[in-house]
Structures are given as C-alpha cells and as structure tokens.
C-alpha cells in the first residue's frame, strides 16, 4: 500500500465511523454538554442509584468502544480539533466550527507545535496580529522556526486550530487560538496558506502529517476562539482570567481529553500484543526434558518474566484508566472547567507517561518473545510497535508530562506546608523518619513482604520520601543559594522524573487493589488478587535498590522479593490465558495467526488457539 | 518502494559490492584459507613485529569495512552459506560451491531454521535418506513443522545449504549439511522443491525470507558437506567425529563468525543513532532560564543521563568487538577449527547478545530523546530501528546465547573444580566470603567508588558470585535432588541469563580498560577514561540493588554511585560531539538532516551540524 492509499482509507474509515448513528449523537452532545449537564448528571446520578452494574457496562462499553474508535485520525479531527473549538470556542463558535465536522460538512486539525517549539508551547512565535481598519486578524509566520509542523491532515483538511501570540498594537497577550481556513472543500488553498508534506513516518501511515506556513493571512476578528479572551471591534482585548500565564494553562487543559484517548490507544495496543505473545506461548513448543516432548515456551522462566509483569501492569493501567476518565466524566457533567482541576491533569499527564512507556516495553518483549514470528508483519506486533512508538513524545512528551505532575505534587505539597515551607520541612523531615522506623519494620519482617498492604506501604512511602526530598532540595537551592529557577529545577531533574512515576505507580496500585476489593465474584477476585501482587511486587522489585539504599528492604527481604516475583509470575501463567481472553477483543481484530487466527495470507504462521491448562472457566469479562 | 523493488535494489547491491576488487580478493582468499595459513600467520607475524600501527590500521579498516558490507543480505548469501561450504565442505567442495558464489555465477542460502524448530536447532525434522541404489540423498520434508522457514533469499535464490537427519538404512547419524539446488539460472524451480514468499516484515524489507518446502527431492551423493562425516557409495558413514552431540556442535560452530558480524552491524546502527541523536541535542534547543536563549536540549539532565551511558557501552562494544575479532582472526590463521575454541564461541554468543540488546535500547532512546523527528523516516531513526530489531532473536535468540556463555562458564569452572564438585563447591563458598570481607571493604570507603580499580572489582566480583552460586544450586537440584536436567536448568534460568550478562558486562569493562592503557595520545586517553569510568558506573548502578544485597556497597556508596553517574554524564556530553565525530562515518552514510547533512526532501528537518563548545581539537579517529 502506498502513503496515499493509506491515507485515503484512513479518511475512508473515518467518514464511516462518523456517519454511525451514535457517533454522531455523541458528537452533538459534545456541543449541547454545557447546556444539558444538568439535566445529564441527573440521570446519571438515577443511573449509578438503580443499577450499578449499568454504570460498570457504561465504563466498559467506553473502554471497548474508544479502543475501536480513537483511531488517531479521529483523535486529531474530533479529539484535538473538536477539543480545541469546545473547551476554547464560545456556544456560537462551537455551533459554527465543531458541529459542521461531525456532520461530516468538513474536517479540522489542530495547529498548536511549530518548529522551533514542540515542548515549550508557551514559546510559540506564530503571529496574530489585530488589524482594526478591516476587523481582521492576520496570521502569519515571521520564521522558519513558527512553521506549524506535524499538522495531523495538514494535506486533506480544511480548518485549522491555529495557536498564535495574539498582538494588538503591537503588545503581545500570549497565545490564543485561531480558526483558520486552510482549503475550500475542492482544494483550493485559501490565500497566503501554503502546506508541505512531511511524508513516511516510522509508523501511523495512515495520517499525513504536514507543515501549515502562513503568509500574512487575513481571517475575521470572530475567528479567534473566545471563551478566555477576546477582542472588541475597536481592539479593546478583554478576558475572564487575569494572568497571562494561567489563561496559558487553561488553554493546554484543552489537550487532557486527549492525552487520556493515548492512554487509551497505549492500552489497546498493548492488551493486542499480549493476546498475542501470551497465545503463541501457550502453543508454541521449544526444548525440553530429554526424551520428552518439547515444553511450551511459557514454561520457560525467563519467557513467563517477561510477560507476566507487562499483564499485571497493563491490568493496573486499565483499572486506573477507567478511574480517571470517571473523573474527567464527572468534571465534565459537573459543569466544570477542565483547566480548574489540576489534580486531574497531573493524574492524565502521569498515566499518559506511564501507559505508554509500559507500552513500548511490553511490545518489545512481546515481539522478542514470539522470535521470528514476531517479526513478521503478518503477526501484527510489528505494526502495533510502529504506529504507537510516537505516544511517548507526542500530544505533551513523557518528560515533560512527568515535570506536570511533580509541579502539581509540589503545589499541593507547598498548600499543606503553608506559608512556612522551612518549618514544614522538618516538620515532614522527622515525620519521614519516625515513617521510616515505622514501616521499615515490617521490612525485616519477611512474612509480610506478600502482603498487598506491605507492598501499598511501600510504594507510598516512596513517593512520600521522594517528594519531601525534593522539595527540600528545590528549597535549599532556590531560597537558600539563589539558584535561578529553571537551573535548580533542571539539576534536579532525576529526581523530578523519579517522583513522578513513584507517584503513578502509587497510583495504579491503589486503584488495582480498589478493583479488587470492589470484585464480587470469588474466583475473578481471586486471580485479580494474584495479578495485584504481582503488579505491587514488581513495582518493588524494580526500586529494590532505593529501599535498600532506604533500609526500607533489608538484604533479605530484597531477595524474598525476587523469590516472590518469580514465583508470581510462575503462577499466573497458566491464568494468563483466560486474562488474555477477557480483555475481550474480537478475533477480527486480533488477526494475527500465531494466536489463532488463520489468514490466507500466512497460512505458514496459523498455530491454533490454545486451551487452557486447567478446566476451569473463563473469567467474567474484564 | 514495494517490497520487490527493496529486494531487487539489494540485490544490485550486492552484485555490486561482490564485484569490487578487493571483496573479490578477500572471497578467495576464504576458500584458500586452509591452504596458505602458514604463509599469512607468517606475514601477519611480521606485521605485527614490524608495525603495530598498522595491525591497529588492519583491525580498523575491518571495521569500517564490515560495517558498509556486512548488509544483511552479503550475510545470508556469501557468510551464512558461504560459512556452511567452507566450514562443513572438504577443499574439492569448497571449490565447488563456494567460488562460483564469490564469482556471481550463483547466489547461495542457509537452511537451518524450521517451522517447528528454530531455538533448538537439534531437533531439526527434515530427512535426508541415503538411497545406495542411486547413490542419491532423498531431502524430504515430512511435517508442516519440518518447513525450513526464514530463508533469506529462498525466492531468488540457486543453491541451499539445508541442514537435515542424515539416514542411513532408517538409522539417523544426526543433523548434517546438503547442498540442494533450488532453481537454475532462468528460475526453473529443481524438481520437488517448492518455496513460498513469507512478505512483509518489521524491516530488512530489501531480504526477501521464504520457506522451502522438500518433497522427495533427489541430490547426489557428492552434495553432502563430508568434513565431519561422509557416505561411502554402499553407504557405510564415517566421521572423524565420534560423538553425535560433539558433531553437531561442530556444526553450529560455523556460525560463529555470521554472529561476530551481526554484533558489527548492530554497533553500526548503534554509532549511527548516536551520531543523530548527539548532534541534534546539541543544536535543538528548548525550555531555558526567565528571560534568556533556551537552552540545548543536550544540557538538560534527563538527556545527557539517557544517551551518554550508551555512548560509553558503545565504545565499550567496539573495543570488546576488536578484541573478539583478533582472536577469531588468530584462530583461523592458526588454522584451528572454530568448533574447538568453545570459549571463543561462548565470548561471541555473549557478545552478540549484549550488543543487540543494547542497540535496541539504545535507538529507542535516540529516537525519543529527538522527539517528533525521531519519528520522522528521514532522520533514518526508524529504520535501523525495524532493520535492526531483528538481531535480538535471530543467528540464535539472545536468551540462547546467553545459556552458551553459562554452559562454558560452568565448563570452566568444573574444569576448575576438578572431580570433587562437592569440596569445590565449599572451597569456593570460603573463598567467596574472604572475597566479600576483602572486596566489600572497598566498597565502605567512599573515595573509592570513583575509582576504576573499584569498579573492575565490582563487575568481577559479581561474576564470581553468580556463577559459584549457580553452580551450587544445579548441584544440590541434579546431584541431591536428582532433578531432571532441563527442570532444574529451567529453575535457575533467570540466573543463568543474569550471569551471563554478568559475565559479558565484565569483559567489556576490561576490554575498554585495556583499550584505555594502550591509547598513547595524551587528550585521547583522558577522554577515554571518563567514558571507561562511565561505562563502569553505568554498569554498577544497574546492579546496585545485587551489591546492596550483598553488603558490597552500602547505601552511603550506592547513593555516590548515583551521583557520580549524573556527574560523569554531565561531565562528558559536550565530548560527546567529538566521539561520535571519530566514529568516522561519511556524511552520505548518516544522512539525516537533523545531524547537519541536508536532503531535499525535507529541508524542513536540516539542522547544521553543532560546533564543539569548546575550542579543542578533534580526537584522533576512534
């Protein structure tokens, strides 16, 4: 297939899905949200009372159905387009510019990234300069460093969200975001915009991405989206918050949603590589005890280390996923703006950064664990490790997302400290050691490292310490050395992106052993259990180090923990297959052969599915 | 490009490189080796009397040169068949099968893998059946498992060298190597054989991979490859060889030198990465102090903390790599058999699975530390990620490359032992304490932790540890326990494969040590030592939760051990751009435009090529 033809099946496929009659309900309801959430959040709240069971099928039917549907093509149309126009535009704008894109009338894309700035959007160089004679702005791009670049259908679509430094006689109001036509529905470029093809990428063919220039390009003074500032006929600008800097933030927050459909995507991608190596495992034979039958390759140590802890994780990062999309939905029914709920940001920045560095590394193992059938294309993994590689640094680069929630970790921190930051941290230096003398406690007492509370303690604790460090050394650099900001912040940058992911590992812990107490059925709630130790074991595992360093492990128990994730992973393998099964996904889009799934194309590669070991049934579906 | 066209391009290629002079005269000299050893030991002898600098020019040149020849498809065609002739094939074969390859009078390929068996080769299930009446060879593929699967070249391909039971009147005299003719000059397909197209894959799209397929085919008796055994007209076998296990690891032997070659190629896309991902962080700039120039993305500290320890194993590989070369190179011109050097294989099976894998982590850091660029084909990121990612499990997946260095460590060590394993075993255990009382009193004094002399000691002292260790446990399990080999083997596997590591991780320490002691350039040495200290603290920092475990660093050394990594790392990220400058490779080899080397095609991804921060000269070549 060449670029163009996947491009044109991607377009195809997303004219499809948008012409599916609840697709287009739910995008219309995007537009009605703020008038209606009264009247929503009234029933579901009559939903969550009746039938709870209900409220689990919604949250799964939100899972399968994004899976299937944020395609990233999608996440850039409806996604960042439509998110940019919804949560920026005023109800008229929203009426103007996202209803028409559900109705299929034309297609958006989202115009934030230039250049020279990628990370650091705030730095962005695009122009939007008023001019008050015509009542029109004009956009343009003063270097080759503020070309939009990455532009997901810069080739095909027709408006763009564009992201400027609004300028009004000459003083800068920082960026705002801008509607601007980019071709007419026959292709013709509106004056002063020319796009460039950025062409093969190391995976999503199907999109293009291109680079969007602007010559001094003319648009009405109402395309500027303007729920957080706005511009008067005679070039009075006016805006519901006060600060530059905060009316920035409230911007990005329009990015959240998304970074949450990456999850997501993240998950689905790696739920698919682990149906598949976990299958192959199961049916594929490799040595074995001499004069024997060759075992299963599952049976082989290494191979069950390998999987096991990806499909722990990946079950902790579905449970966590749906914890926080029933925040976003919650904020959202309630009206609130997303920019407000900072804790949630961090939350979605944190599990974005997680989910898909689990991803990348679980996809690795999957594809070496399958060997050369791995390699194959035909087997899918391949693709799946292509197109979902660009997750970390996209729509807000790991790094950076792990900076989101430190600096969140740290406001929340510096609220409770109060005013007095230097008290706070003794206060919270001694509490940190009477913590340590408390819970290293159960470290030396080796019949506990099983326990899921010891492993809950532990990782909070972590994080605890972690965080307390760190703002003690951001304190003593800052405020003690008059170390400049960014310098002290960046000599502590390991540390920064330490806390983070102890934070997130925290977190998915938590909300997988809240799933398990919340199962009602004994035998799902007995292998779900399994998987939560193994989950919280080999979070440990990884940081034995730093709970050695901690005196939080003692030489002993750092072993027993190695013993007990061995031992873990050895016992899930066989489970593995019915949790695999559960994940749910239709053999259609399963596909490859190896688990299974016979394609004309490769008869060479077909292994049947294999049974289960044991006659147990299947679980109830996850 | 379609797949066709990526296959035809590579093969001009290869005509092209086969029919350069000197690849010519190196081809023949392959077949001429046995021959004249004595005269080129002579010559090297002098050589190395006489100049030592052109020993080191000799060992260079073999580097640069395997690294712009040993494509894969050269690999298939002239080292993987090429290798079986010449390494299986009595003189009279050599000629026969070999130098019309090096003459393009046909091309070749290797069939060892089958669908069923590709980890465990010895249990291959293709028959060759000696039929005396014909004095013919019946290759037959009895199973859809029997398949010979991943056959570089099988669609276009003349002549196989198929490994398959060789029996006689129903005995089986284990694996031997056929030379079966698949198809003639005009593609006429020999009788019997069939081959099917195995399509797309992650990478290597210009090899094409099939599948051969025997039904009766019939060869003469002259094709079996007769230097580890042979059929006489009335078919009776000798061998020079008398055990079957013994013969059949003759023949992996040959594989050796394909598996030195795929560890150049994976240093190749290694360095390559590098050079990209060194010099964009070094002109990208973003994020920066209130009010100043953004800073390089070089200086923040997640980046220099992810890419320079690669850089430092990089050098690290090509100084073991060199290392490994001279010997193979000594043992050829000694004319010893490669099968006989069982430790050599065992430095090369490490070898190659450490530098695969370090290759596939480092190019997915090179790619995320470049961002969206990365991700961009033309910044060639991608590709030597999907070309190269096959290394890890092919010419022998790394997890059994790790068991063939562990199966000679242990060799070693019963050798050591002598027979009595049990009083061995408690020798060792009492020298194991006196070396954790002597070598841990190091690890208490803080200054020390800097020093190499430290770290030698480190990553040698875990070595001995681990394999005592294993070797008592498969004891207690086989000898005590009387435990079935393969179980108990299966039980300490993630043992195995840490020793392994353990091992090679050593020897890459020791070889960049030595490399270190033998540069005379004053500048050059002293850069050399920070990335030695580097690689060396990168090494214990991985393992420091084990030297925790194990009382040989406390907390206190194990925290400094942190510190003094982030510090060498910072130290040495603007030398960075100098060591990768001495990789020496051609701009039109690293292409990419965010490494300073414009393309047309996308002038939107040309960053200039960084300047040294300082004013200092440029290394001599590495």
């Known amino acids: 297939m060449t670029l163009d033809q996947s491009r044109d099946l991607t377009a195809e496929r997303l004219y499809h899905l948008l012409r599916l009659p609840f697709m287009k309900e739910h995008l219309r309801n995007q537009v009605n949200t703020t008038h209606t959430h009264t009247q929503r959040e009234r029933e579901r709240q009559r939903e969550r009372e009746s039938s709870a069971p209900l409220h689990y099928a919604f949250k799964k039917y939100y899972g399968v159905t994004m899976?299937?549907?944020?395609?990233?093509?999608?996440?850039?149309?409806?996604?960042?387009?439509?998110?940019?126009?919804?949560?920026?535009?005023?109800?008229?704008?929203?009426?103007?510019?996202?209803?028409?894109?559900?109705?299929?009338?034309?297609?958006?894309?989202?115009?934030?990234?230039?250049?020279g700035h990628g990370s650091n959007v705030r730095g962005i160089i695009t122009e939007a300069r008023y001019n008050q004679s015509t009542q029109e702005f004009i956009i343009h791009t003063p270097s080759e460093d503020a070309q939009k670049m990455y532009i997901g259908n810069a080739m095909k679509g027709h408006y763009a969200a564009v992201f400027a430094q609004l300028i009004i006689n000459g003083e800068s109001q920082g960026p705002h975001c801008f509607i601007v036509p980019i071709r007419d529905q026959n292709g013709v470029m509106w004056p002063g915009v020319t796009t460039t093809d950025m062409k093969h990428k190391e995976?999503?063919?199907?999109?293009?991405?291109?680079?969007?220039?602007?010559?001094?390009?003319?648009?009405?003074?109402?395309?500027?989206?303007?729920?957080?500032?706005?511009?008067?006929?005679?070039?009075?600008?006016?805006?519901?918050v006060l600060s530059k800097s905060s009316r920035?933030?409230?911007?990005?927050?329009?990015?959240?949603?998304?970074?949450?459909?990456?999850t997501v995507q993240a998950m689905a991608a790696m739920k698919l590589g682990l149906v598949i190596a976990v299958r192959y495992s199961h049916s594929r034979r490799q040595f074995g005890p001499k004069d024997q039958d060759e075992v299963k390759i599952i049976e082989h140590q290494t191979q069950y280390l390998r999987l096991m802890p990806h499909l722990a994780a990946a079950l902790a990062l579905i449970f966590t996923t749906r914890y926080a999309a029933g925040l976003m939905d919650d904020a959202l029914c309630q009206g609130q703006d997303l920019q407000s709920n900072r804790a949630l940001q961090a939350l979605v920045a944190g599990l974005k950064a997680y989910s898909t560095w689990e991803n990348v590394a679980c996809l690795q193992?999957?594809?070496?664990?399958?060997?050369?059938m791995g390699f194959m294309m035909e087997n899918r993994i391949p693709s799946l490790k292509c197109d979902s590689d660009v997750f970390v640094t996209f729509e807000g680069d790991n790094m950076v997302m792990l900076q989101v929630v430190v600096r969140e970790l740290l406001t929340q921190y510096t609220k409770l400290m109060g005013n007095n930051l230097v008290m706070g941290l003794i206060r919270n230096w001694t509490s940190s050691v009477s913590d340590s003398l408390r819970t290293s406690f159960l470290g030396f007492s080796?019949?506990?490292?099983?326990?899921?509370?010891?492993?809950?303690?532990?990782?909070?604790?972590?994080?605890?310490?972690?965080?307390r460090s760190l703002a003690s050394r951001l304190y003593t650099k800052v405020k003690k050395n008059k170390d400049e900001f960014f310098m002290a912040w960046n000599a502590c940058l390991h540390h920064v992106t330490t806390l983070a992911m102890a934070h997130i590992h925290r977190v998915t812990l938590e909300q997988f052993a809240l799933a398990v107490?919340?199962?009602?059925?004994?035998?799902?709630?007995?292998?779900?259990?399994?998987?939560?130790?193994?989950?919280?074991?080999?979070?440990?595992?990884?940081?034995?180090?730093?709970?050695?360093?901690?005196?939080?492990?003692?030489?002993?128990?750092?072993?027993?923990?190695?013993?007990?994730?061995?031992?873990?992973?050895?016992?899930?393998?066989?489970?593995?297959?019915?949790?695999?099964?559960d994940?749910?996904?239709?053999?259609?889009?399963?596909?490859?052969?190896i688990a299974g799934v016979p394609n004309p194309r490769a008869e060479w590669a077909f292994y049947p599915q294999p049974q289960y070991p044991s006659s147990t049934q299947p679980l109830s579906k996850l």
Chains 1, 2 share one sequence.
């Open 446 to 467: 080796v019949d506990k490292v099983g326990d899921l509370m010891f492993l809950l303690k532990a990782v909070s604790y972590r994080e605890r310490v972690l965080q």
């Open 67 to 115: 899976i299937k549907l944020c395609c990233h093509m999608f996440g850039v149309v409806c996604g960042l387009y439509g998110g940019a126009v919804n949560n920026l535009g005023s109800p008229e704008q929203k009426m103007k510019w996202y209803l028409p894109v559900s109705e299929l009338q034309f297609t958006g894309m989202f115009a934030m990234t230039e250049r």
């Open 583 to 593: 994940f749910n996904i239709p053999s259609c889009c399963i596909q490859a052969p």
């Open 203 to 240: 995976g999503l063919h199907g999109v293009d991405n291109g680079i969007l220039i602007f010559n001094n390009v003319r648009i009405p003074r109402e395309n500027l989206l303007r729920k957080f500032g706005s511009v008067s006929a005679d070039g009075l600008y006016s805006s519901p």
């Open 517 to 581: 107490r919340e199962c009602h059925i004994k035998e799902d709630r007995a292998l779900l259990t399994k998987f939560c130790l193994l989950h919280g074991t080999s979070l440990v595992y990884q940081e034995r180090a730093w709970y050695l360093e901690h005196n939080y492990l003692t030489p002993n128990t750092s072993q027993q923990i190695r013993s007990q994730l061995l031992e873990l992973c050895r016992s899930v393998k066989d489970d593995a297959l019915k949790v695999v099964d």
């Open 248 to 262: 920035f933030n409230a911007m990005l927050a329009a990015l959240t949603p998304t970074r949450l459909g990456l």
């Open 365 to 372: 193992d999957c594809r070496e664990c399958t060997g050369g």
